[in-house]
């Protein structure tokens, strides 16, 4: 019995098919015969069209890239870099981490970042970036008196004057159309170019350290320190590089070539603006006093 239904079933399965068939065929559908080779269809237009301007953007998008004549002395030492790295200058970090607490480091830090205003705020004073400028006196005074020497950052905590971006002699140089140069890795201090270089060196006339009563041996241990001292509070940034990249020489070079770009890029010729919420308390804001 079951077998005879299972039969009737598929016998009327296979006369329902064709009724369906011819049902969907009664349908009017227009069609349209596009004969082969015609061209101008408005699809393929729309297509095409959008095909070739996502490409004509992504050309649009010029890769910033910096010249490197000298990439086999590069990669030198950029390999010398990378050992003293991870055999001796990170496990010191690592260590000196161990030692100190996290807080105790970070007013370290706050120390030699309150020391380098004077390097700051000239190149402030060479770019015309008078309001970064004052920011930066202003910070040194509060920090210096107030927080301690520079110990604590009480001009950000307690005020609401946060550090502006680091401004070096390399990016006044680029500020006016100096171009990179060529790339540089230099020993120990990484990856730099012709003219940031040559920005360093200049950089080192306005170091108030370089003028205290100290010897030579002295004025790079402090150097030494605050290299130590901020890898310490680093978190293995490096090591992902190193990890993730299939070149990391490449990886580096390129990154340091883009993220100058953008920092000699940032200019600001509105001298006096006070953009949202510059200081909390009016009451410690200087350009309230003088009625800006």
Same mark, same amino acid.
């Given at each position: 019995?079951?077998?005879?239904?299972?039969?009737?079933?598929?016998?009327?399965?296979? /006369?329902?098919?064709?009724?369906?068939?011819?049902?969907?065929?009664?349908? %009017?559908?227009? !069609? +349209?015969?596009?004969?082969?080779?015609?061209?101008?269809?408005?699809?393929?237009?729309?297509?095409?069209?959008?095909?070739?301007?996502?490409?004509?953007?992504?050309?649009?998008?010029?890769?910033?890239?910096?010249?490197?004549?000298?990439?086999?002395?590069?990669?030198?030492?950029?390999?010398?870099?990378?050992?003293? @790295?991870?055999?001796?200058?990170?496990?010191?970090?690592?260590?000196?981490?161990?030692?100190?607490?996290?807080?105790?480091? /970070?007013?370290?830090?706050?120390?030699?970042?309150?020391?380098?205003?004077?390097?700051?705020?000239?190149?402030?004073?060479? +770019?015309?970036?008078?309001?970064?400028?004052?920011?930066?006196?202003?910070?040194?005074?509060?920090?210096?008196?107030?927080?301690?020497?520079?110990?604590?950052?009480?001009?950000?905590?307690?005020?609401?004057?946060?550090?502006?971006?680091?401004?070096?002699?390399?990016?006044?140089?680029? @500020?006016?159309?100096?171009?990179?140069?060529?790339?540089? /890795?230099?020993?120990?201090?990484?990856?730099?170019?012709?003219? %940031?270089?040559?920005?360093?060196?200049?950089?080192?006339?306005?170091?108030?350290?370089?003028?205290?009563?100290?010897?030579?041996?002295? @004025?790079?241990?402090?150097?030494?320190?605050?290299?130590?001292?901020?890898?310490?509070?680093?978190?293995? !940034?490096?090591?992902?590089?190193?990890?993730?990249?299939?070149?990391?020489?490449?990886?580096?070079?390129?990154? @340091?070539? +883009?993220?100058?770009?953008?920092?000699?890029?940032?200019?600001?010729?509105?001298?006096?603006?006070?953009?949202?919420?510059?200081?909390?308390?009016?009451?410690?804001?200087?350009?309230?006093?003088?009625?800006?």
């Amino acid at each position: 019995m079951l077998t005879r239904f299972i039969v009737l079933i598929l016998l009327l399965s296979f /006369v329902d098919a064709p009724l369906h068939a011819e049902q969907l065929a009664e349908v %009017d559908v227009p !069609t +349209q015969v596009i004969p082969a080779g015609q061209k101008g269809d408005k699809f393929d237009r729309d297509f095409a069209d959008d095909f070739d301007g996502s490409f004509a953007e992504a050309e649009a998008i010029n890769e910033i890239l910096i010249d490197d004549p000298l990439e086999k002395i590069n990669r030198g030492v950029f390999w010398v870099n990378d050992k003293l @790295y991870f055999y001796l200058i990170k496990p010191i970090a690592r260590g000196y981490r161990l030692i100190l607490p996290r807080q105790a480091r /970070v007013s370290v830090a706050n120390v030699f970042n309150n020391m380098a205003t004077p390097v700051r705020a000239a190149n402030d004073l060479l +770019q015309l970036k008078f309001h970064d400028m004052a920011t930066e006196l202003y910070r040194l005074i509060v920090n210096s008196t107030v927080g301690i020497g520079g110990l604590f950052d009480p001009a950000a905590s307690f005020v609401g004057v946060d550090n502006v971006d680091d401004e070096d002699f390399g990016q006044t140089l680029g @500020y006016y159309g100096a171009g990179h140069g060529f790339y540089l /890795v230099l020993p120990i201090l990484g990856p730099s170019s012709l003219r %940031d270089g040559a920005g360093t060196l200049v950089d080192t006339f306005s170091d108030p350290i370089r003028y205290a009563d100290v010897a030579t041996l002295t @004025y790079f241990g402090g150097k030494s320190f605050k290299v130590v001292n901020s890898l310490s509070l680093d978190r293995d !940034t490096y090591e992902g590089i190193v990890r993730d990249s299939l070149d990391p020489y490449l990886f580096v070079r390129a990154a @340091y070539a +883009q993220r100058r770009a953008a920092q000699v890029g940032k200019v600001n010729y509105d001298i006096l603006s006070i953009d949202g919420n510059f200081w909390d308390e009016e009451t410690f804001n200087p350009f309230k006093w003088l009625g800006l």
